[in-house]
């Protein structure tokens, strides 16, 4: 590796050899993959006392440059979080190879037999923030799909994603696979953020996860292509036909169970006719979870609730904060939500299967659920065993990035001396 000092010589390098590694990935069988997971997933394992003590390291720093709770939620690892990442990685390890995949054949009069056939991307460059488990899961996903993975995190998980990145590593020389097929940007410097969005040689797409600001720096200056999401601003309706249990149930979990993550619910929309009822109960519940419930008109004249402001709508607080607004019935509350929504994932709590049809068919977002917590916004629950991210655009990759989506396709042909007239 060239002088760290000198960022673009370093940057070109990896590049180099990320495209060297993609093309023997591109070919690579389904068992050596799945052994390089499997075998990276026991490092992580039996180095776990190692990584912790680097993500020690972190949460200091953390601490030190004033992190959110939100944040340093997001940063910290302990022996079950090790768990869900060891589960993740076995998990991706046990997917269906979708390298070679045939998604479509057919036969032509001419005599010609097409296949149309899935095929790595080739090189991904995912930029991240915050989260060490975000470098096992996009390294094990653009593995999986026969790419390779030039991965440059966060400052504040700088130690973690290092010690995380070595069982990766390691996985890969068990399998006799190519050490460079997943790489860590060895430097905090964010000139590499930006060598990296204009490497058009060696990179095919970008994958970034984080806020607003580092998703809005991607999409304003990258010459490569982007799969991406902006906020996770999630919206649940509470429609009039709602069950009053399963809206309690769902509301305190979809808010509460973790604040930091993009499918925590950050915008509640209440029927008018069932906010004396079903929706006071609500936030008066959701106030006792120690949640600070910022309302319109209606809602602020309840105790204890703030007057919202207009910044409120369509605001990623990631924090123990929801706005709340009652609405007048599901036009409204379309309405608000393509106003003030993100796209990334919304939902409607009803027992009436025409307003939750109508919802599903007309919100236009990534993710579209019914009676169910937005917390399940995740490639994991949805049977994917990890997500790259929740992508957000229409182009390619759409909703929970798994192995699946970080595929092109190309055509075979077949004939038999067959020409053309």
Known sequence: MKDMDNVPAMMVEIGQRAKAAAATLGFASAERKHAA??????????????????????????REKGLSDAMMDRLLLNEERLRGIINSLRSVAEQADPVGEVIAAWDQPTGLHIERVR???????????SRPNVTVDAGALCLKAGNAVILRGGSESFHSSNALHACLVQGLRDANLPEAAIQLVPTRDRAAVSEMLTMVDTIDV??????????????????????????????????????????????????TRRTG????????LIH?????????????????????????????????????TPQ??????????????????????????????????????????GAARRFMTELDSAIVMHNASTQFADGGEFGMGAEIGIATGK???????????????????????????
């Not at 026991?42 to 972190?58: G, V």
């Not at 095929?119 to 923030?129: K, S």
Request: overall charge negative.
């Open 37 to 62: 997971l499997i075998s990276a997933a026991e490092h992580i394992w039996t180095q776990r006392a190692a990584i912790l003590e680097a993500n020690e390291k972190d949460i200091i720093y953390g």
């Open 119 to 129: 095929t790595p991307l080739g090189v991904i460059g995912v930029i991240y923030e």
């Open 206 to 255: 970008i994958v970034p996860r984080g806020g607003k600001g580092l998703v809005g720096l991607v999409q304003r200056e990258a010459r490569v292509p982007v799969f991406a999401h902006l906020e996770g601003i999630v919206h649940i309706y509470i429609d009039a036909a709602a069950d009053a249990e399963k809206a309690l149930k769902v509301v305190l979990n979809a808010k």
């Open 261 to 268: 993550i993009c499918g925590a619910a950050e915008c509640l």
């Open 272 to 308: 008018k006719d069932v906010m004396s009822t079903i929706g006071m109960d609500v936030i008066k519940e959701l106030m006792r979870a120690g949640v600070e419930v910022r309302g319109d008109a209606a809602i602020s004249a309840i105790a204890g609730v703030r007057k919202a």
């Open 312 to 353: 409120d709508w369509g605001h990623e607080y990631l924090d123990m904060i929801v706005a709340a607004r009652v609405v007048d019935d599901i036009d409204t509350a379309l309405a608000h939500i393509r106003t003030h929504g993100s796209n990334h994932t919304d939902c409607i709590l009803t027992e009436d299967a």
């Open 395 to 421: 182009m390619h990759a759409r909703g929970p990035v798994g192995a699946a989506q970080l595929t092109s396709f190309k055509y075979l042909v077949t004939g038999d001396g067959t020409i053309r007239a």
